[in-house]
């Protein structure tokens, strides 16, 4: 087997019995590799959905989790304010509420919405990261727009971006902006560029591009000539399943070490031609299942899932991945809500510290059980993670892996420190009883307070060597 940056060694993969294995022989680079990836300290970041923003800033959870975000990583969370709504909305310079709209439920999306001037007055007060701004194309009134941009780059000091446009992908052709002659990927970078040119000279070269779900990127920029000088970051919204009109999700395939590292190697490209382009890539909007997410998108499982395809989209380019947060008491992809912090945050607050400056993998992607390395800012390895993705319903024995470490500075002999992220089986949900933890103790309850006491377990070290053991569907932090 072949570890990607090190040099070539000798790994032994048998099993002991069929719950047990042993991997064995993984060397760490003593200094970061030409192929490591740089982590960015918002990463983990969030999106929120557009008309449902001003209901979030009144949850206490909110800022609650955003704050613990922000201790993790040692910076504000960056967060994207969009999604669906914002192609229905309508700015009202002089409607004296966030928003205005009428649903028959609660839990409904409206068809059309109104927002004015306090919408931004929310996002400049109450995100203490930068801010992406989503506003409307798909009803072509630049001049609305235009507008609302003005307002957002007065009121902001925290804007970072704004998009033009939600999945225009997916727009229908009787969307306003579709033209006579139709909609296609080139039509929409002609849209883009035009409204770029005439939005920019008022706002500043501030703009996120392209926004899609099923086109790829690396085909707009190019698309866009000259008018990527306005461009500063380019968008690629990703759901890696489905829970549209029936659809059905599968947990064990999502949470896959080895379909996470092939389903991430698609978004290389289009981030190699962002960058070559001078501009940031990021997956705009993401999470694990579209449409709200499916029963698989409140599992530990998903929590599981998110720490795996994080650190593999840094490893192909993604320089942040922004968590969807959709209509608040109907989003079963949600971190949190009214009332449950949900399992999935527990992957959101796990491993990258605020010492973490570059990431390598040491697997090779191809089996399930993944091992990635840390680095600070000065090229030393600080951390090490063990995932084992093999999936455990709460059925039978719980199998077991044994990994082993030298290298990357672990000293001859002593004693290393580690914490275990885990939860009775993938399938566990907070807000169905399930307790999922951080180091032994640490939950998190309803307002996202983090609660209990995290208890290190203590890893010898012997022979410039350590092991670890991990269980299925379970991850492992070894602070070296």
């Given at each position: 087997?072949?570890?990607r940056?090190?040099?070539r060694v000798?790994?032994?993969?048998?099993?002991?019995?069929?719950?047990f294995?042993?991997?064995?022989?993984?060397?760490?680079?003593?200094?970061?590799?030409?192929t490591?990836?740089?982590?960015?300290?918002?990463?983990?970041?969030?999106s929120?959905?557009?008309?449902?923003?001003?209901?979030?800033?009144?949850?206490?959870?909110?800022g609650?989790?955003?704050?613990?975000?922000?201790?993790?990583?040692?910076?504000?969370?960056?967060?994207?304010?969009?999604?669906?709504?914002?192609?229905?909305?309508?700015?009202?310079?002089?409607?004296?509420?966030?928003v205005?709209?009428?649903?028959?439920?609660?839990?409904?999306?409206?068809?059309s919405l109104?927002?004015?001037?306090s919408?931004?007055?929310?996002?400049?007060?109450?995100?203490?990261?930068?801010?992406?701004?989503?506003?409307?194309?798909?009803?072509?009134?630049?001049?609305n727009?235009?507008s609302?941009?003005v307002?957002?780059?007065?009121?902001?000091?925290?804007?970072?971006?704004?998009?033009?446009?939600?999945?225009p992908?997916?727009?229908?052709s009787?969307?306003?902006?579709?033209p006579?002659?139709?909609w296609?990927?080139?039509?929409?970078?002609a849209?883009e560029?035009s409204?770029?040119?005439?939005?920019?000279?008022?706002?500043?070269?501030?703009?996120?591009?392209?926004?899609?779900?099923s086109?790829?990127?690396?085909?707009?920029?190019?698309?866009?000539?000259?008018?990527?000088?306005?461009?500063?970051?380019?968008?690629?919204?990703?759901y890696?399943?489905?829970?549209?009109?029936?659809?059905?999700?599968?947990?064990?395939?999502l949470?896959s070490?080895?379909g996470?590292?092939?389903?991430t190697a698609?978004?290389?490209d289009?981030?190699?031609?962002?960058?070559?382009?001078?501009?940031?890539?990021?997956?705009?909007?993401?999470?694990?299942?579209t449409?709200?997410?499916g029963?698989?998108?409140?599992?530990f499982?998903?929590?599981?899932?998110?720490?795996?395809?994080?650190?593999q989209?840094?490893?192909?380019?993604?320089?942040r991945?922004?968590?969807?947060?959709?209509?608040?008491?109907?989003?079963?992809?949600?971190?949190?809500?009214?009332?449950?912090?949900?399992?999935?945050?527990y992957?959101?607050?796990?491993f990258?510290?605020?010492?973490?400056?570059?990431?390598?993998?040491?697997?090779?992607?191809?089996?399930?059980?993944?091992?990635?390395?840390v680095?600070?800012?000065a090229g030393?390895?600080?951390?090490?993670?063990?995932?084992n993705?093999?999936y455990?319903?709460?059925?039978?024995t719980r199998?077991?892996?044994?990994v082993?470490?030298?290298g990357?500075?672990?000293?001859?002999?002593?004693?290393?420190?580690?914490?275990r992220?885990?939860?009775?089986?993938?399938?566990?949900?907070?807000?169905?009883g399930?307790?999922?933890?951080?180091?032994?103790?640490?939950t998190?309850?309803?307002?996202?307070?983090a609660i209990?006491?995290q208890?290190?377990?203590?890893?010898?070290?012997?022979?410039?060597?350590?092991?670890?053991?991990?269980?299925?569907s379970?991850?492992?932090?070894?602070?070296?």
């Amino acid at each position: 087997m072949y570890i990607r940056g090190c040099k070539r060694v000798d790994i032994i993969l048998f099993t002991v019995t069929s719950l047990f294995s042993y991997i064995a022989a993984i060397t760490i680079p003593t200094t970061a590799p030409s192929t490591a990836a740089t982590i960015d300290s918002s990463q983990v970041a969030v999106s929120l959905e557009f008309f449902a923003f001003p209901g979030y800033t009144e949850l206490v959870s909110t800022g609650t989790c955003l704050a613990n975000l922000q201790a993790l990583r040692g910076a504000p969370v960056a967060v994207r304010i969009g999604g669906t709504t914002q192609d229905r909305a309508t700015y009202d310079p002089s409607l004296t509420t966030a928003v205005s709209y009428t649903v028959a439920s609660p839990t409904d999306a409206p068809t059309s919405l109104t927002f004015g001037p306090s919408f931004f007055t929310l996002a400049a007060s109450n995100l203490k990261g930068n801010v992406t701004i989503g506003l409307n194309r798909q009803l072509n009134d630049q001049a609305n727009t235009l507008s609302a941009a003005v307002q957002a780059k007065n009121t902001m000091p925290n804007l970072y971006a704004i998009e033009l446009g939600n999945e225009p992908d997916l727009y229908a052709s009787t969307s306003p902006i579709v033209p006579s002659s139709g909609w296609s990927q080139t039509a929409d970078a002609a849209s883009e560029k035009s409204w770029f040119t005439a939005i920019a000279p008022s706002v500043g070269n501030i703009f996120q591009a392209a926004v899609y779900l099923s086109w790829r990127t690396a085909a707009t920029i190019p698309l866009l000539g000259t008018s990527i000088s306005n461009v500063r970051t380019v968008s690629e919204h990703s759901y890696p399943q489905s829970a549209c009109d029936g659809a059905t999700t599968n947990l064990q395939t999502l949470m896959s070490h080895s379909g996470i590292v092939s389903y991430t190697a698609g978004f290389k490209d289009d981030a190699a031609s962002a960058h070559a382009a001078g501009v940031r890539y990021f997956l705009g909007e993401t999470n694990s299942a579209t449409c709200g997410g499916g029963g698989i998108s409140p599992t530990f499982g998903a929590a599981l899932w998110i720490v795996d395809y994080v650190l593999q989209g840094a490893l192909n380019g993604v320089e942040r991945s922004y968590f969807h947060q959709g209509t608040i008491g109907d989003c079963q992809y949600c971190w949190w809500g009214r009332f449950t912090t949900g399992a999935p945050f527990y992957g959101a607050y796990f491993f990258l510290g605020t010492d973490g400056a570059k990431l390598e993998i040491l697997d090779d992607g191809t089996g399930a059980v993944a091992s990635y390395v840390v680095y600070n800012s000065a090229g030393v390895a600080v951390r090490l993670l063990v995932y084992n993705s093999n999936y455990y319903d709460g059925t039978g024995t719980r199998s077991s892996t044994s990994v082993s470490f030298t290298g990357g500075g672990i000293p001859s002999s002593g004693t290393a420190t580690a914490l275990r992220l885990t939860g009775p089986n993938a399938t566990s949900r907070v807000d169905e009883g399930g307790i999922v933890t951080i180091g032994g103790g640490v939950t998190f309850d309803g307002d996202c307070n983090a609660i209990g006491t995290q208890t290190r377990e203590n890893v010898v070290v012997t022979g410039g060597s350590l092991t670890v053991v991990v269980q299925a569907s379970e991850a492992l932090i070894v602070s070296l």
